[in-house]
C-alpha cells in the first residue's frame, strides 16, 4: 500500500495488499475485488459491441501485470464537492508517482471507488464531479472518467451504440492522456488547447482531418 508523503490519510492499495489485513481492504474487499475482476474480464478482453478490433481498453492488462493499477477508496456518500475536492488531491498525487523502470507513464491508472455510494445517487454526483474535475485534469495532461452501475449515458468512440462506462462499483478514474483522446476533448475550446500543447505535432494519422478542423475554427486553436 502506498502513502501520500504529502497527505498520509490518503492512500492507494495495489493488487498484493488485496490479501492483507488492512482495515480499509478488509472493509472493502469484496468491492475491490469486484473491480479488479470487472477490469480483468472486461476492460481487458473485446467486447462484440466495441466496434473496433483488440480489448476495451488497450493500456489496462499492463497496468495490471506491471503493477501501476492503483485502487483508493472513498468511504461514505461524499457530494458531487466533496468527492471533486478528493479527486484534486489523488490528481495531485497522480502527478508526482513515478512508473517503475520500462514501463509508460501511460500505463498508470488510479480508480477511486465510492463503494457507499447507493448506485441511484451515483449518475448524479459522479458525472457532477466529472465535469467540476475535467477541464484542471485536463491542463495537467490527465484524463478523468466517470463509471458506475447503469451504464454512463456516453457512447463508444467507435459504435454509438454502445456504452461502455459501466462499472459495477461507482467510480472515478484517473490517466495520462494519449494521443488519441482528442474526440473526448474537441468539445471545450480550453481541452482542444491543452491536446494541441501535447500531441499538436505528432497527431495520430485517424485524427487529423478533424484536429486540421479544429485548428481552422473560430478561436484559431
Known amino acids: 500500500m502506498l502513502t501520500d508523503p504529502a497527505h498520509p490519510s490518503r492512500t492507494l492499495i495495489e493488487l498484493s495488499d488485496l490479501d492483507g489485513d488492512d482495515e480499509l481492504v478488509q472493509r472493502y474487499g469484496a468491492a475491490l475485488r469486484r473491480i479488479v475482476n470487472w477490469a480483468q474480464d472486461y ?21 495490471l501485470d506491471r503493477g501501476t493499477f492503483y485502487l ?27 512508473a517503475p ?21 451515483a449518475a448524479a454526483v459522479i458525472d ?3 465535469q467540476e474535475l475535467k477541464s484542471d485534469y485536463v491542463a495537467a495532461g490527465l484524463m478523468i472518467g466517470e ?26 478514474a484517473i490517466r495520462q492522456m494519449v494521443a488519441s483522446d482528442f474526440p473526448f476533448l474537441r468539445e471545450a475550446p480550453e481541452h482542444v488547447r491543452a491536446y494541441l500543447e501535447r500531441f499538436g505535432d505528432r497527431p495520430p494519422a485517424p485524427l487529423r482531418d478533424a484536429i486540421a478542423a ?6 484559431g486553436y
Open 43 to 63: 476492460l481487458c478482453n473485446p467486447h462484440p459491441e466495441l466496434g473496433r478490433k483488440g480489448p476495451v481498453c488497450p493500456y489496462a492488462q499492463t497496468a
Open 72 to 98: 483508493a477508496v472513498c468511504p461514505g456518500e461524499p457530494t458531487a464537492g466533496e468527492m471533486a475536492r478528493t479527486l484534486d488531491g489523488y490528481r495531485d498525487w497522480f502527478l508526482r508517482l513515478v
Open 101 to 121: 523502470p520500462g514501463v509508460s507513464q501511460q500505463f498508470r491508472t488510479i480508480l477511486v471507488l465510492f463503494p457507499d455510494l447507493p448506485d441511484e445517487r
Open 128 to 130: 457532477a464531479a466529472q
Open 147 to 172: 463509471f458506475y452501475p447503469g451504464p454512463p449515458p456516453k457512447a463508444g468512440l467507435w459504435n454509438p451504440d454502445f456504452l461502455p462506462l459501466g462499472s459495477p462499483v461507482p467510480l472515478l
Open 214 to 219: 479544429a485548428r481552422q475554427s473560430p478561436g
